[in-house]
């Protein structure tokens, strides 16, 4: 996708997603067979639901017709939020994950290495978390700067407690 097509799509798309209150996070357009395939992503502080990207998705394909900005030819559009297992790229993507445990890839300059940590804040420079205890020890703080951060991605727990059972 050529960058002007990119920056198109992004202009034309994201007051229709803002409108519904989600954000845009990614836009992908590829080929599939002779079609084109253009991908949504959006997210929410609450997530997505499937009710939202449907009608989200009527809401683009009524646009895009009115338009040429996907050109002549025939496209799929599909409308989906990010998924569990996305990389966290963003400011908001780290706050949105306060609470969860995250795998952080660090930079050669902070060491190196992978670390499996819980956010507990998240600020303007950096993620205040809890690295759990292994065999019976203690879980330590850990302060990480987002400087140091070559990849996060936010592991699945199937035996999280829920927020609702932490606060009771």
Request: charged share 35%; glycine share 8%.
């Amino acid at each position: 996708m050529s960058t002007t097509q990119s920056e198109r799509l992004r202009g034309l798309l994201e007051p229709l997603v803002h409108a519904k209150d989600l954000d845009l996070e990614e836009i992908e357009v590829s080929r599939a067979g002779r079609r084109g395939l253009l991908r949504v992503i959006v997210d929410s502080e609450e997530g997505v639901e499937l009710d939202a990207c449907a009608e989200l998705s009527r809401v683009i394909s009524e646009k895009l017709d009115e338009t040429d900005a996907m050109g002549e030819g025939e496209y799929v559009l599909e409308v989906s939020s990010p998924g569990a297992d996305r990389p966290l790229t963003q400011h908001r993507h780290y706050v949105r994950a306060t609470g969860r445990l995250v795998k952080l890839q660090l930079t050669p300059e902070a060491g190196g290495g992978e670390v499996v940590t819980r956010i507990l804040a998240v600020d303007e420079d950096g993620l205040d978390t809890e690295v759990p205890g292994v065999k019976g020890r203690k879980a330590t703080a850990r302060r990480v700067e987002f400087a140091e951060i070559a990849k996060a991605r936010v592991e699945i727990e199937f035996n999280r407690k829920d927020k609702k059972e932490e606060e009771a």
